[in-house]
């Protein structure tokens, strides 16, 4: 066996955004590891789906819990459902997302508190409380997904990369706490994925794949767990990006007017 590979259902991972991209992609590869599974998202439909397909692969129990999680309470709610059902969660995937691309004085009031109310309150009181848990049951694991975005608070991205950059700062210094409980955090910071977070069509996917503007979910997942089981703290998974973090925070002000003046067709 692998040192990341546990015997088959013999312990139980939970993935939020679970349906599709990326933590569609968690999900499968810990199944593949041999983890049952708990998947949420509040695409039902396609949650079923999800979970029938991969027990049939893998050959583990996948438990569908279809919520929102944007909502107050929702981690409450979540945390005291899988008490409840006797369900002791080993590792602990915060992946569900949403996305935001508009200047901040034209976003909807309710994205603007959904948006925080998922990448920020949702995430912490999570970790909290399975974290809590896992500390006093002598372990685990706990996965955050941020974004590049945290070093470009460029026009338009006001409102994700500054609720994306709570979410590093948090990871970061939980990690610090936790390590002495001998559970391990990390953040992941993944600049563009061929996913539909953004709203880009299949061929805009593809077309980025082939300039590799954009990684494959799959890549970006296995370079997350990889970083996870590692113990690192906070990874970025392609690694050339680390090279534009500087480049980001020198741009000139007519660069940046620029970009902004090109994007405003592309804001909602």
Not at 3 to 12: A, N, P, R, Y
Not at 62 to 90: Q, R, S, T, Y
Not at 242 to 268: D, E, H, S, V, Y
């Amino acid at each position: 066996m692998r040192k990341e590979e546990v015997v088959k259902g013999s312990k139980l991972a939970l993935v939020t955004g679970a349906s599709t991209g990326i933590g569609r992609q968690y999900a499968e590869q810990l199944a593949e590891l041999g983890y049952n599974l708990i998947i949420v998202s509040r695409t039902e439909e396609v949650l079923n789906t999800a979970a029938r397909e991969i027990e049939e692969k893998h050959s583990v129990k996948v438990i569908v819990k279809p919520m929102d999680l944007a909502v107050e309470g929702a981690a409450e709610e979540l945390f005291n459902w899988c008490k409840a059902e006797g369900h002791i969660v080993d590792v602990l995937i915060n992946n569900a997302g949403m996305f935001s691309f508009c200047d901040m004085i034209n976003t909807p009031i309710e994205r603007v508190k959904r948006t925080i109310t998922l990448h920020d309150i949702t995430y912490t009181v999570l970790c909290q409380l399975f974290g809590k848990d896992m500390a006093e049951r002598g372990g685990g694991y706990i996965l955050n997904m941020s974004s590049f975005s945290v070093w470009m608070p460029f026009p338009g991205l006001a409102l994700y990369s500054a609720s994306k950059a709570y979410t590093k700062a948090f990871s970061v210094a939980f990690a610090k706490e936790m390590r002495y409980k001998n559970v391990w955090v990390t953040a992941v910071c993944p600049a563009g994925i061929a996913t539909d977070l953004y709203g880009l069509t299949k061929k805009w996917q593809g077309i980025g794949l082939k300039l590799h503007a954009l990684s494959k979910p799959s890549y970006c997942a296995r370079r997350g767990l990889n970083s996870l089981w590692r113990k690192r703290i906070c990874i970025v998974p392609d690694w050339w990006c680390n090279a534009f973090i500087p480049i980001c925070g020198m741009l000139p002000r007519f660069a940046m007017n620029w970009l902004r003046n090109f994007t405003m067709k592309w804001q909602k």
